[in-house]
DNA sequence: CGCGAACGTTGCGCAAGATCAACCTTTTCC
DNA sequence: GGAAAAGGTTGATCTTGCGCAACGTTCGCG
């Protein structure tokens, strides 16, 4: 049950700014299609985005730190977010993946000063971000953008309620299939071989999500590749037998 | 790991309602010292009062059920509340409690239309509520109202953090006594014992919680007796010695 | 190019805790 | 008041998957 030892090494936070609101290059059909904007006009979305800094993270590098004071909030726009939580004793514990498109770092909708969890870079990712205190108008102003806001948290939620709900009844095999699962939903790539995870993850990554060892995720990523069910190489993860994996999930 | 078979009884919903707004009975001091209300005058809270509608449920019965559309939301005025999910095998997970004061099955904040999870009254309870179409209302009209909501969302979601976090790191006997401590905190009577829980509660129940067998339950809590850091009978538990309890739990 | 770090694999033994099972106690309800 | 149901205890056994350890592989960097 308890993951192994220290193993990962302290987050970093990410370098200095590189791209420090290069913002006028963006355009405004990047936002658009997004959940929270989508009600939006051109001209209001314009507004928006020349109010936001724009920044690359590399992977492994941490957006924003826990408890941190919450200054800003942040769009993901390209990569994936992984939101850990480090325990006293160092372990790490990944709650939550964030795929691009979506708000994160959105402490002030959940009435909070700081940030309840880190945020690392799980590949190269770019990000857009405001000052906490447009929250408020962004929320009186923008139509959609506070009850989209609010649909994203209860997906979260949701998600959550399922994690605490599969590690209290599914055993070990069964966690880490649904998880390779919900990883290429959320973001997997379409390959020959099959659907591949769209960022580099590691056996500990896993086992971070799934609250087991890196060695038993090793054991059972070698059983199933055996079985044709998935195809791995180093921080690579191919799933060729989504159907069949899905079954192994169940029950 | 597997939460031992069936178990509970299905939860029964509610049956029919009792007090059906006798609201007038109720007095505005009931509202304001809360959170959500606190920051309202008294002819505002009268307002609300009068468009609520009050009803109390008997202990083990069902306040709503997980997925029934979200038509009307909630007030705990009385009583504890267990949110429970029930598993496609019909195991029970226990996800949270809810004690008296706040609101729940605001599926509106969360942006859904279905509630999502089932609300079981843990003792008899007392409840206030509205229809679902007010939520609109009360978040544009009352000031405090939205942001002391996101308030209690934003912990509910630390507090589900904090058991992803248990169950991935912790063992058992240590999940156990962090259960306990944590139902003692939100609503522990002070008895010459020590603090009791303060309403019924079983092995089962607890091992809903954390995630175990009613069998584990029953070894550790007979131990711990034995070493005078609990007492408890049936349906029933008071914890001595919070002190060194905290102290098992930690790491 | 070669060394070290990060990542991955695999075997073995052991312990925590689930499962099975039997039995007891208290409460409920006809 | 007595049977049945709900709740609780406790022992014996078995399985999962963790801990430890040793080793292989790939990558990045000076």
Redesign the pocket.
């Known amino acids: 049950?308890?993951?192994?030892?220290a193993g990962?090494?302290p987050v970093p936070m990410g370098g200095l700014a590189f791209w420090e609101s290069a913002v006028h290059r963006l355009d405004e059909s990047l936002l658009s299609p997004l959940p929270p904007f989508s009600r939006l006009e051109r001209t209001q979305i314009r507004t928006i985005l020349d109010k936001a800094s724009c920044r690359s993270f590399a992977a492994?590098t941490a957006v924003f730190q826990e408890d941190e004071k919450a200054e800003r909030f942040f769009l993901l726009l390209d990569g994936t977010i992984r939101v850990v939580k480090i325990t006293l004793d160092g372990e790490q514990v990944t709650s939550l993946h964030i795929p691009s498109g979506q708000l994160f770092g959105i402490a002030q909708a959940l009435g909070r000063e700081t940030y309840p969890a880190t945020a690392v870079a799980a590949s190269e990712i770019l990000v857009l971000s405001w000052p906490a205190s447009l929250w408020q108008t962004f929320v009186a102003t923008y139509p959609g953008f506070a009850s989209e806001t609010y649909k994203t948290i209860g997906n979260r939620v949701t998600e959550m309620n399922t994690r605490i709900i599969e590690m209290s009844t599914k055993?070990?095999?069964q966690r880490i299939a649904r998880a390779l699962l919900r990883l290429i939903n959320q973001s997997g790539t379409r390959t020959p071989e099959g659907i591949e995870i769209s960022f580099p993850?590691?056996?500990?990554?896993v086992?971070e999500m799934t609250?087991?060892?890196?060695?038993?995720?090793?054991?059972l990523?070698?059983a199933w590749?055996k079985d044709g069910l998935v195809s791995?190489?180093?921080?690579?993860i191919v799933v060729c037998d989504p159907h069949r994996l899905a079954v192994l999930g169940e029950t």
Chains 1, 2 share one sequence.
Do not use: W
């Open positions: 049950m308890t993951t192994s030892g990962k090494m492994g055993h070990v095999e993850i590691t056996r500990q990554d086992s609250a087991t060892t890196l060695h038993t995720v090793s054991r990523l070698s590749e791995s190489k180093r921080k690579k």
